[in-house]
């Protein structure tokens, strides 16, 4: 399991939405191993006023945070990582404007399908 939130501006970020899914959807299924049909993506747009951020970011600042069971290794999410600052800026985002986290928890901490994630049975590997 991972969920994905993308914060940016309205601007930058809503006209290239669907690109911009695909890209993180294509890095997750290659570096996590995720199934094509787990994709579950979360855009928050900004208005100027109320992203505040660094001056020597642009309008394209984006910030990725990456939610998941715990058990990827530190190779497959540091694939992830060089993966999406490779594929990125073909969507006109520097990396220079591009954060990434990524958050992980216990399955006990997840709540899916009315069972505790520890409970549920996956159709792919978390350990990768």
């Given at each position: 399991?991972?969920?994905?939130?993308?914060?940016?501006?309205?601007?930058?970020?809503?006209?290239?939405?669907?690109?911009?899914?695909?890209?993180?959807?294509?890095?997750?299924?290659?570096?996590?191993?995720?199934?094509?049909?787990?994709?579950?993506h979360r855009f928050f747009?900004?208005?100027?006023?109320?992203?505040?951020?660094?001056?020597?970011?642009t309008d394209q600042y984006?910030?990725?945070?990456?939610?998941?069971?715990?058990?990827?290794?530190?190779?497959?999410?540091?694939?992830?990582?060089?993966?999406?600052?490779?594929?990125?800026?073909?969507?006109?985002?520097?990396?220079?404007?591009?954060?990434?986290?990524?958050?992980?928890?216990?399955?006990?901490?997840?709540?899916?399908?009315?069972?505790?994630?520890?409970?549920?049975?996956?159709?792919?590997?978390?350990?990768?």
């Amino acid at each position: 399991m991972a969920q994905i939130k993308i914060f940016g501006l309205r601007s930058t970020l809503k006209p290239i939405q669907g690109a911009f899914s695909d890209v993180l959807h294509a890095c997750a299924v290659e570096a996590l191993q995720l199934p094509q049909d787990k994709r579950f993506h979360r855009f928050f747009f900004m208005d100027q006023e109320d992203f505040i951020y660094p001056g020597d970011r642009t309008d394209q600042y984006t910030i990725i945070e990456i939610s998941m069971f715990e058990g990827r290794s530190a190779a497959a999410k540091k694939q992830l990582i060089q993966l999406l600052f490779e594929k990125i800026p073909a969507l006109g985002i520097g990396v220079s404007d591009l954060e990434i986290t990524i958050f992980e928890t216990p399955k006990a901490n997840w709540g899916i399908r009315g069972l505790p994630g520890d409970e549920l049975h996956l159709n792919y590997r978390v350990d990768v």
